[in-house]
């Protein structure tokens, strides 16, 4: 089992850029793949990004490409995620969480796969 704390979410004017952290505790972070997902008030979640097990793999919401940038550090059990050029439409409680079952090579598209999440960090992009 693998626990999971985002921080890094606040308050940015649009335009501006945020990064998010996703610090995992317990079973090793590298059997994980790993994906920030998203939810706005009054909407579905929406996955944002994922990334595999190593890292070799990314993907991205057409919402969000070019934009937002997944990474990890295995060393340091950390995902992040660096949000440029934010928008309004940004806004919401952003989310990490953990795939164990997937393959080594695959990023998780489906934000129902995942195992594990973690509490949440709130994005607010004003205008």
């Known amino acids: 089992q693998v626990q999971l704390a985002e921080s890094g979410g606040g308050y940015v004017q649009a335009g501006g850029s945020l990064r998010l952290s996703c610090a995992a505790s317990g079973r090793t972070f590298s059997s994980y793949a790993m994906g920030w997902v998203r939810q706005a008030p009054g909407q579905e979640c929406e996955l944002v990004t994922a990334?595999?097990?190593?890292?070799?793999?990314?993907y991205y919401a057409d919402s969000v490409k070019g934009r937002f940038f997944i990474s990890r550090d295995n060393a340091k059990n950390t995902l992040y995620l660096q949000m440029n050029s934010l928008k309004p439409e940004d806004t919401a409680v952003y989310y990490c969480a953990a795939d164990w079952r997937a393959s080594p090579i695959t990023a998780v598209t489906t934000s129902g796969e995942y195992d594990y999440w973690g509490q949440g960090t709130q994005v607010t992009v004003s205008s």
């Open positions: 990334i595999s097990r190593s890292g070799g793999k990314t």
